[in-house]
Nanobody, 123 residues
Framework: VQLQAYGGGLVQAGGSLRLSCAAS?????????MGWYRQAPGKQRELVAT???????NYADSGKGRFTISRDNAKNTVLLQMNSLGPEDTAVYYC?????????????????WGRGTLVTVSS
């Protein structure tokens, strides 16, 4: 599975950006979870938002009320609408996909990452 992210860029504080990510390649199983993580300079990668194939969402507290994640299961795409951006949102944003399935060893999760797209919010 390959993930290609689009939509990063430079925006002024208070502005909006929309990130999109498309999964491609040999996708033989349902992508159970798609979402976004981010990594700011000098910090660890952190969750932004995820959405399951069933529609359940999970947001980091920092994005609640400002970010909205949506997904098209048929097209294996995920969008992140980010509003009211602030300098603290400056980071490289990574698209993530998780495929969960059973093997003889038990429950297995394949984790896929895109290359990241830079979001810079100027004050």
């Amino acid at each position: 599975v390959q993930l290609q992210a689009y939509g990063g860029g430079l925006v002024q504080a208070g502005g909006s950006l929309r990130l999109s990510c498309a999964a491609s390649g040999s996708i033989f199983r349902t992508i159970n979870v798609m979402g976004w993580y981010r990594q700011a300079p000098g910090k660890q990668r952190e969750l932004v938002a995820t959405r399951t194939s069933g529609g359940s969402t999970n947001y980091a507290d920092s994005g609640k009320g400002r970010f909205t994640i949506s997904r098209d299961n048929a097209k294996n795409t995920v969008l992140l609408q980010m509003n009211s951006l602030g300098p603290e949102d400056t980071a490289v944003y990574y698209c993530n996909a998780k495929v969960v399935y059973y093997t003889s060893s038990g429950l297995t999760t394949d984790d896929y990452w895109g290359r990241g797209t830079l979001v810079t919010v100027s004050s």
